[in-house]
């Protein structure tokens, strides 16, 4: 139930005046809310991007093209265009005592603009100058006023990002409506001490400071009350986790014991020894099993740190108890994949593995779903197939779910419904930024595996510029000579009209003319089984250089290729960068890799290159990503509906995050049922920033 106070802000803002059905449709598509109705919270957290600084009043003679100023001009004559023209613009001549201002205006109407800039009259004008035919021009002024209406005009003018067919003026009008339903009255759901600490403005001043800013600096991320509503948002989202966590954890586990035979049994099949992160990992895991708690733990790691391995012993632990695991991957690929680097260990422990995608089909389908159900599977590897209501387990202990961001928070619990009181591994091979672990995982425990396994060879790293193809074609045919293997990595499948990148299919038809039977190509639009053949053929040596897309970035393991080329690699991500380049280096062998770049390098792109020149540190590479990207498109959220923030800006904000944490926790433990004055309060906090699906779990068994 929503705190009856709030119910203001929930109104749709067709209730605001002005806005009929085709403005709320433009407001829909501003506010992201194209499948329910734009409400007022949704205009309120619509935040600023800059300001118009309406305190720069220059002479006419004193304007500097192509800059944004207000000006004080006398109207001295209108030249509408002829009737039979219409379309040509309407031009209003205007002056001061210094120089001379044509006013244009397209498509407006001839008594609209006579009424609004009557001839004789002074106005004050404000919008952005500049030179046409050397004479001093305004298009489409943003505000037309007279000396009453400048008095009362903000010298201080926000600008927000708009949707095509809204003006700016009736966004702000709408959020100047706005902003006076907002309940003068809401409760104060930040701890006292800290608001005064931090010298933090209430919620509802705070949001007037933004929406009405007096200097500069009121529109500021770094700014208090800027930074005030974003802890708000902060707040939200760590207590919505924190009761996230304390719902999994007072519903029983089923505690797991083993005596660990069976991971001593893939141990001593290892070619290698175990890392001191895997370890540590290991340990906390089989401790966490142990529990009559469920688990629920984030184990992330850098490009080959081992996590498959350590997902095998967390299962292996369970096994031997006589209960089921499954590992699910995001892509069919990174299925196979997981399956390839399982199966041979597990035959030598004698687990009983299978696979299920969406490409077993018929009888062999039948037969493991039988067999799952059955019990005569310890383990499946799969994708989403997994979900399926088909797919029924004899005795789920443990789902290991991996690069979960790729399939959507929510489904996160889908596979851990297949078993009573089933353990939650997550496992991600994107080093996540320290924040967004708080951000998006703070509902679980972390292990980090921070070493590369043993041989792990240093990568060259190398920036070409794309003119010098030539030689990178030269380069990689010696390589090529002396038998090494190669990837050239390209962004588009086909050529497009649109976009002047590399095609991987146009490459590949060009490099076979050069090396013939050699290359091999894969994307992600070939069928399942044509680019599995592709990738064995590569696999097993007897093609040499592959061209692909980025359907390699993850995953895929061939410890004799030791080139990587990705060509436009300035429109890459540094995370997408730095996984391609974890395809190599795998082996014995000195690797190499080429970042083919088309100049001129805007500064983002510059320094995504210059890092991949620096540091192979995945978890460094990681935080500059958050520093160039923000938070949405490093963890690939800006695709897959996760929510993302409306006021905080990680990079600006994150600096807050434990707190946030650590007072949420804080307030769980004295008040678990948010039941006292401040945990009502923070049920309106929840409401407020849509974290109110944790609410529920406050009444849920």
Not at 412 to 436: C, E, F, S, W
Not at 569 to 583: D, I, K, N, P, S
Request: aromatic fraction near 6%; include cysteine; charged fraction near 25%.
């Amino acid at each position: 139930m929503r705190p009856p106070l709030l119910n203001p802000l929930f109104a749709p803002v067709s209730t605001l005046p002005g806005i009929g059905p085709r403005l709320e449709k433009l407001y829909a598509r501003l506010l992201a809310r194209e499948d329910e109705k734009p409400r007022l919270v949704d205009l309120l957290f619509h935040f600023p991007t800059g300001f118009v600084d309406r305190r720069n009043r220059p002479k006419l003679s004193e304007v500097v093209p192509d800059t944004v100023v207000t000006v004080a001009v006398t109207v001295e004559g209108h030249r509408p265009p002829p009737p039979n023209r219409p379309r040509l613009p309407y031009n209003i001549d205007t002056a001061d005592n210094t120089n001379t201002l044509t006013i244009t205006y397209f498509n407006a109407r001839r008594d609209y603009l006579e009424k609004l800039l009557p001839e004789g009259e002074v106005r004050y004008v404000s919008g952005k100058a500049t030179l046409y035919d050397g004479h001093l021009q305004m298009v489409h002024p943003d505000r037309v006023v007279d000396e009453a209406g400048f008095a009362t005009l903000p010298l201080i003018d926000p600008v927000y990002p708009l949707t095509e067919g809204l003006h700016p003026n009736q966004l702000r009008r709408a959020i100047e409506a706005a902003l006076d339903r907002v309940p003068k009255t809401l409760p104060e759901w930040q701890d006292a001490d800290w608001v005064k600490r931090n010298n933090f403005e209430d919620f509802v001043e705070a949001l007037r400071r933004v929406h009405r800013p007096q200097t500069p600096d009121d529109i500021k991320p770094d700014n208090a009350a800027w930074s005030r509503l974003a802890y708000d948002e902060l707040l939200a989202g760590q207590l919505a986790l924190a009761l996230l966590r304390a719902h999994q954890r007072t519903r029983a586990g089923r505690g797991t014991a083993a005596e660990g035979r069976l991971r001593a049994r893939i141990i001593a099949a290892l070619p290698y020894s175990l890392t001191p992160s895997q370890e540590r990992a290991v340990t906390d895991i089989v401790a966490d099993l142990a529990q009559p708690t469920r688990m629920l733990r984030l184990l992330q790691g850098d490009v080959g740190s081992g996590k498959t391995v350590v997902a095998l012993l967390a299962a292996a632990h369970v096994i031997e108890a006589g209960r089921q695991a499954a590992l699910m991957a995001p892509t069919e690929i990174l299925a196979r994949q997981h399956f390839a680097t399982i199966a041979p260990l597990a035959e030598k422990a004698r687990l009983r593995v299978a696979i299920l995608t969406g490409r077993e089909r018929g009888r062999e389908r039948e037969e493991t779903l039988a067999a799952l159900a059955a019990g005569a599977i310890d383990l499946v590897v799969g994708t989403h197939a997994l979900f399926q209501d088909e797919v029924a387990f004899h005795d789920l202990a443990l789902a290991i779910v991996d690069e979960q961001h790729r399939f959507g928070v929510h489904q996160r619990l889908a596979l851990a419904r297949k078993g009573a009181a089933v353990d939650l591994l997550v496992l991600t091979a994107t080093p996540i930024p320290r924040t967004l672990v708080l951000t998006y995982f703070g509902d679980m425990d972390v292990s980090a595996l921070h070493e590369k396994p043993a041989g792990r060879q240093k990568i060259d790293t190398r920036a070409i510029p794309l003119e010098r193809l030539n030689d990178v074609i030269e380069a990689v045919a010696r390589a090529l000579d002396e038998g090494r293997r190669a990837y050239w990595v390209c962004p588009l499948v086909a050529e497009s009209e649109l976009v002047d990148l590399a095609a991987a299919e146009e490459r590949f038809a060009a490099l076979k003319k050069r090396f013939g039977a050699l290359v091999d190509l894969v994307h992600g639009q070939m069928r399942g089984p044509d680019k599995d053949r592709a990738m064995a053929r590569f696999a097993a040596g007897e093609t040499r250089l592959l061209v692909a897309t980025t359907v390699i970035e993850v995953g895929v393991d061939v410890p004799a290729a030791s080139v990587m080329v990705i060509e436009h690699a300035e429109r890459f991500g540094l995370a997408q960068l730095h996984q391609l380049r974890g395809r190599i280096g795998r082996g014995a062998e000195r690797s190499t890799c080429l970042l083919l770049y088309k100049g001129p390098l805007g500064e983002t792109a510059k320094a995504r290159l210059a890092i991949m020149r620096e540091t192979d540190d995945g978890f460094r590479i990681a935080e500059e990503d958050l520093r160039l990207r923000g938070e949405g498109d490093v963890l690939g959220t800006r695709q897959s509906g996760v929510p993302g923030f409306h006021i905080a800006r990680l990079e600006v904000h994150g600096k807050y995050l434990t707190a946030a944490r650590d007072d949420a926790s804080l307030v769980l433990s004295r008040d678990p049922k948010l039941s006292s004055p401040r945990g009502e309060a923070l049920r309106a906090l929840l409401y407020l920033f849509a974290r109110d699906e944790a609410i529920r779990l406050l009444g849920a068994g």
